[in-house]
Antibody, heavy 122, light 112 residues
Framework: QVQLVQSGAEVKKPGASVKVSCKAS????????IHWVRQAPGQGLEWMGI????????TYAQKFQGRVTVTRDTSTTTVYMELSSLRSDDTAVYYC???????????????WGQGTLVSVSS | QSVLTQPPSVSGAPGQRVTISCTGR?????????VHWYRQVPGQAPKLLIF???NRPSGVPDRFSVSKSGTSASLAITGLQAEDEADYYC????????????FGGGTKLTVL
């Protein structure tokens, strides 16, 4: 079955960077885009960016441009999201999600990782 | 401030019908983009509920249905059950500069 398994919780200081991993299994990794979505405590969902596991091409939300980098390792079927220059308002649960319907606009997030809590505090 | 606007909360008694609205603008829902809906139980990841024109993943009952008109969409839940209590989010796409995927702010459904 399709699974997206994320790395564990992180605690970071302001100004630091964090790298969250998302290991995909149960399907052909290169076929489906992977997105990153975050959710601040008690808040709604916020889209951060997308990667094509096939060619590594990325697109980021304007809000995160210059601070976020999404990469993938096809040998381990893992996608990474790195967020730099962390601030307290970056404290959130970060999710990876698979776009399960090829060519659909908007993307259809048919499978989600379990989430990774990133806490930013001095 | 979410790009798509949802009511913060709705409620209904078991067996009743409730609707959750999702209001956008001409650059997203009004441009004809599909609206998808997700259900999230506190402490868990969101789950896909309905996508596009009433497409339901396996296991989602037909008590859940959607409609769309102009710049708005709605999720309807009939025969309300206690296990329907959760947060519901709508999602679409926005063509404004570098916005891309957009979500509603979420609606807390309480089953009375």
């Amino acid at each position: 079955q399709v699974q997206l398994v994320q790395s564990g919780a992180e605690v970071k200081k302001p100004g630091a960077s964090v790298k969250v991993s998302c290991k995909a299994s149960g399907y052909t990794f290169s076929t489906y885009y992977i997105h990153w979505v975050r959710q601040a405590p008690g808040q709604g969902l916020e889209w951060m960016g997308i990667i094509s596991p096939d060619n590594g091409r990325t697109t980021y939300a304007q809000k995160f441009q210059g601070r976020v980098t999404v990469t993938r390792d096809t040998s381990t079927t893992t996608v990474y999201m790195e967020l730099s220059s962390l601030r307290s308002d970056d404290t959130a649960v970060y999710y990876c999600a698979r776009d399960g319907v090829m060519g659909a606009t908007p993307a259809v997030f048919d499978h989600w990782g379990q989430g990774t809590l990133v806490s930013v505090s001095s | 401030q979410s790009v798509l606007t949802q009511p913060p909360s709705v409620s209904g008694a078991p067996g009743q019908r409730v609707t959750i609205s999702c209001t956008g603008r001409s650059s997203n829902i009004g441009s004809g983009f599909d609206v998808h809906w997700y259900r999230q139980v506190p402490g868990q990841a969101p789950k896909l509920l309905i996508f596009g024109n009433n497409n339901r993943p396996s296991g989602v009952p037909d008590r859940f249905s959607v409609s769309k008109s102009g710049t708005s969409a709605s999720l309807a839940i009939t025969g309300l059950q206690a296990e329907d209590e959760a947060d519901y989010y709508c999602q679409s796409y926005d063509t404004s500069l570098s916005i891309g995927v957009v979500f509603g702010g979420g609606t807390k459904l309480t089953v009375l």
